[in-house]
């Protein structure tokens, strides 16, 4: 690995766009930023009837807020009185993730920014290959020892070669983009109307904080640093913290408010994670009930001519199946990472929720369980696997499935993709006759209030949290800090030794790395990288 770094380095720091200055970000590479017609839907013929709404409610509220937007520009270029001052101008809302502001009193209040921190995602084919090389180089994805860290941007740049033809593939099957860039700057405009319809004593502002691609963190800080934002509350929408997810984003959001955004830095709020919020569980189960009224009444015949199969599926439950995130059991039991643990909380709420809406408890004509989607070769992730989970379903006679993607707040690769098409064939192959699958929160009106709650509570109600607090109450192992800016602290789980988690997270980091590099040579479909297994 070494000697591969030596070689592969000045060929992947060549790589960079000539025009494309150094970003303070790890990993980041520029690109031109334009905004993509909405994706053609190219899932009908798979009876995808989820991501078929989706998509039908985000093309619905981006046309009637671009009409909005139009009307707003030709007001201000009439009757700019409204207007707090000069450089009060929301010309470049779309650019920033926030909607398009409306007349104002002349009062002036102070601004709050509000940060939606997200994975992000190519909006274009054009996009993949870089967006995949700052995937790869971030280290809370592929979680290199110390020793050989230096070789990680080399080995994210082979790799971003290596798969982007593939991951073209799978893009272009649903569209040949990401949409969750558009889902999340639509949840920004709607949460910024909903925080500011109450006329609160602040004005708040919303920004979109992308980790792997545009708008990026620093480009989100730049624009609230520039709105004369004094505070902010930093709001992730991973509901589940892990090291992957929040702690990423929370990484990198923390450097570059270091770096450049002082004010800010010293006056902020995180909402540490939300999973087991009674608004969140509520819209979840909501769903779910939506999809399971659309199931039909069991019918023997599927089962066909044998007899104990009919049997079975008689006496099989309608089975709601959780798929979440995988993570590598590692960060789990070494590095303390409460993901799993948020998870299965955040289950089994849920589902006491659909039972209790549905009015039967004790209902054993309804089942739930949990399984995990995304895994990376010969390392242990967590278990059960959803292709598994699905195959042991249909092997105990369930022919009625409805699959929620658990921890997923928009459409995007992992649910268009890997759920709707990957797993959904590996359902019916099974035998499984009935398939439904519950929609991302999108932009649902009761998540964007539960959003709004989040923040208020963050601002009004609850403790002020630091980026570095965050991590901490959620036992974050904050060991590898970037450029110095979160303290050095081991958060080690009760009864496990500092040198067994060491030697154990390095051995899972060298077990990742020689699977990623045995793809590389072998040109074998090894890799399932944390939600990105449809790549």
């Known amino acids: 690995l070494l000697v591969l770094g030596a070689v592969v380095a000045p060929l992947a720091d060549c790589w960079r766009p000539p025009s494309a200055p150094p970003s303070r970000a790890l990993g980041r590479r520029t690109a031109t930023t334009t905004t993509p017609p909405p994706p053609e839907n190219k899932q009908e013929d798979r009876g995808n009837s989820a991501a078929m709404r989706a998509q039908a409610m985000l093309a619905e509220f981006e046309a009637a807020h671009r009409t909005s937007e139009d009307l707003a520009s030709s007001s201000r270029k009439k009757k700019k009185s409204w207007k707090v001052s000069d450089d009060d101008d929301d010309d470049d809302a779309t650019t920033s993730g926030r909607a398009a502001a409306p007349p104002r009193s002349t009062a ?63 893009y272009d099957a649903i569209g040949g983009g990401s949409p969750i860039t558009r889902f999340t700057t639509a949840q920004a405009r709607l949460l910024e109307q909903a925080l500011n319809d109450d006329d609160p004593p602040v004005e708040f502002r919303c920004y979109v904080a992308m980790r792997y691609w545009h708008p990026f963190t620093d480009e989100a ?45 010293a006056s902020h709020t995180v909402v540490p994670s939300w999973h087991a919020s009674p608004g969140y569980v509520d819209v979840v189960a909501g769903l779910i009930r939506k999809e399971l009224a659309e199931l039909p009444p069991a019918d023997p015949s599927w089962a066909g001519k044998d007899h104990e199969a009919a049997a079975a599926a008689a ?34 709420l849920v589902a006491d929720r659909v039972r209790a809406l549905s009015g039967t408890p004790d209902d054993d004509t309804l089942a739930f369980e949990l399984a995990f989607q995304s895994r990376v070769g010969p390392v242990e992730w967590l278990r059960p696997y959803t292709d598994d989970a699905l195959k042991a379903m249909a092997a105990r006679g369930v022919r009625q499935a409805v699959v929620v993607p658990i921890s997923f707040v928009s459409e995007h690769i992992e649910t268009l993709e890997e759920i709707d ?26 998540f964007i209030g539960e959003l709004k709650s989040q923040v208020r509570q963050a601002l009004y109600e609850k403790p002020v949290v630091s980026t570095s607090e965050a991590c901490v109450v959620n036992a974050f192992d904050l060991d590898q800090a970037p450029d110095g800016a979160l303290s050095t602290t081991d958060v080690i789980p009760e009864g496990v030794q500092s040198d067994v988690v060491g030697l154990n997270s390095k051995l899972a980091a060298l077990a990742v790395t020689a699977t990623l590099v045995v793809e590389l040579v072998a040109n074998t479909r090894a890799i399932h990288l944390f939600g990105l297994g449809a790549l």
């Open 221 to 265: 800080l730049d624009a609230a640093s520039a709105d004369g934002c004094a505070s902010a509350v930093v709001l992730p929408l991973y509901p589940h913290f892990s090291i992957s997810t929040t702690g990423s984003s929370l990484r990198a959001l923390l450097a570059e408010m270091q770096a450049g955004h002082p004010r800010l830095a």
């Open 421 to 446: 098409i990957e797993y959904r064939d590996v359902a019916l192959e099974a035998g499984i006759v009935h398939w439904r699958r519950v929609p991302a929160l999108n932009l649902e009106p009761a």
């Open 315 to 348: 006496a099989a439950p309608v089975t709601v199946l959780f798929s979440a995130h995988g993570v590598p059991v590692s960060y789990i039991d070494d590095q303390g990472d409460p993901y799993k643990r948020h998870v299965e909380e955040t289950v089994r």
């Open 108 to 170: 002036t209040k102070p601004r709050v920014a509000v940060f939606l921190l997200n994975l992000g995602g190519p909006e274009t084919s054009e996009d993949v290959e870089p967006f995949l090389y700052n995937l790869f180089a971030d280290p809370d994805i592929i979680r290199l020892p110390r020793a050989i860290g230096g070789v990680q941007t080399a080995l994210a740049w082979l790799i971003a070669k290596r798969r982007a033809p593939r991951s073209r593939q799978a």
